[in-house]
């Protein structure tokens, strides 16, 4: 009886003594302090900052060049980051078929102006045939019915002047429409740039429309971006930026503001607002990201 109070003591001690020491540890845990939080990105701008908007690089000039016409291209005369001129060559077509039909054309357009000065050179005897006639009657040598007759010929004459005329025109328009046709085979830069993609290759079978070089512009820059409407009316043309980019952290730039929507867009009650940048574009290059600070304005 004895043996079984001392072990039955001696399991509620070792029991006593484990609670003691969970609520040891709980204690520790408890008092331990708290770990350090992650540091967080960096704020946004306060108010006193200003407003910060984002968006891309643009320039007004940016295009796709495409073929005009169907055909095969014969050669190519620029790479992808080419600089170009406004109408330097960039590529061409093969243009035998059109040349020969354009050199037909101006040989019918020679062959009526002959025509033309033939017509015109026999109008005038007939002219002066009619003049002596009219004299011959006056003088009632000759019948009226062959006065009227000699009248009759000089005005069918001139009828067929104008007729050839109207033949020279339509020549001279149609080889016209064959220079305009041989001039869609060249095909060239429209404004002052960089080819930025080529998208065509020498031997290529190309349809009218078929893109063929990506030419942009490099300056001037400009952002475009979106305010809240309670800057419509406060921001002014002519309102000087300051612009950054993460591409290139270091650098500080300015745009100056060249046009304000004059409206709000109600699905997201915002204004475009378009910026240009003012100065050296250094490392700047279309299709970068940047951000304008726009102060709060009162």
């Known amino acids: 009886m004895i043996g079984r109070i001392a072990r039955l003591l001696l399991v509620v001690g070792a029991a006593l003594s484990f609670f003691g020491c969970g609520e040891n540890a709980a204690h520790e845990v408890s008092a331990a302090p708290p770990l350090a939080a992650a540091p967080a990105h960096a704020a946004p701008p306060t108010a006193d900052e200003g407003f910060v908007a984002s968006g891309p690089l643009v320039v007004e000039h940016q295009v796709d060049v495409a073929a005009q016409r169907d055909g095969v291209v ?168 300051a612009l950054t980019t993460p591409d290139l952290p270091d650098e500080k730039y300015t745009v100056k503001v060249v046009a304000v929507s004059p409206v709000v867009d109600p699905s997201s009650a915002t204004i475009e607002v378009l910026a240009e940048l003012t100065g050296s574009r250094g490392q700047l290059r279309p299709g970068m990201a940047a951000s304008v600070v726009v102060p709060n304005l009162q």
Do not use: C, M
């Open 74 to 241: 014969a050669k190519i005369e620029a790479e992808e980051g080419s600089r170009v001129k406004r109408g330097q060559l960039l590529a061409s077509l093969d243009d035998r078929q059109i040349s020969a039909d354009l050199e037909a054309a101006r040989a019918k357009t020679r062959s009526v102006e002959a025509d033309l000065k033939n017509w015109q050179a026999e109008t005038k005897v007939l002219e002066a045939d009619l003049e002596r006639a009219q004299k011959l009657f006056e003088s009632n040598v000759i019948s009226k019915e062959q006065l009227d007759h000699d009248q009759f010929k000089v005005e069918a004459d001139r009828w067929d002047v104008q007729r050839v005329q109207q033949l020279l025109v339509n020549s001279r328009e149609v080889e016209h429409s064959l220079e305009l046709e041989l001039e869609k085979t060249r095909v060239t830069a429209p404004f002052d740039g960089i080819v930025a993609r080529r998208y065509a290759r020498a031997g290529q079978q190309v349809a009218k429309g078929d893109r063929l070089f990506w030419v942009t512009a490099e300056a001037p820059l400009q952002i475009r971006f979106t305010l809240p409407e309670r800057f419509l009316g406060r921001l002014k043309k002519g309102a000087a930026l």
